[in-house]
């Protein structure tokens, strides 16, 4: 098996290089390391963002976010991470969220939701 895209991809947490070794490296093909942008930054209005992964291909950009319970569960936190979205919701850019648990125990599933994305999938 070839060295996954973990090793190539700068992560910014253990749930990052988690969901660059077992969901993304599954799911695309290794070429697209040069589309990968981790903790890319995206400015809206006043306000820059950095959006866990950013993956820009000819036809898709597409942002991943990931979700660990521990960095949401108090309501300042929680309530940030509402207007974040808003926010970046107006960049147009569409986001798949991934969280802990989803990635850790169903794997294929998010590897299969990031493959229904068009043009990433293997092949």
Do not use: K, N
């Amino acid at each position: 098996m070839s060295a996954g895209l973990e090793l190539l991809v700068p992560s910014a947490s253990c749930l990052g290089g988690a969901f660059l070794r077992w969901v993304l490296t599954a799911a695309v093909q290794r070429g697209c390391v040069a589309h990968v942008h981790s903790q890319h930054p995206v400015r809206v209005h006043e306000r820059i963002y950095r959006l866990g992964y950013l993956i820009a291909g000819e036809s898709l950009h597409l942002a991943v976010e990931l979700d660990g319970f521990a960095f949401r569960s108090d309501r300042a936190a929680f309530v940030y991470d509402r207007l974040r979205r808003t926010d970046r919701a107006a960049t147009g850019l569409p986001v798949l969220r991934f969280s802990y648990d989803a990635v850790c125990l169903d794997t294929a599933r998010c590897v299969a939701q990031l493959q229904a994305m068009p043009c990433w999938r293997r092949g």
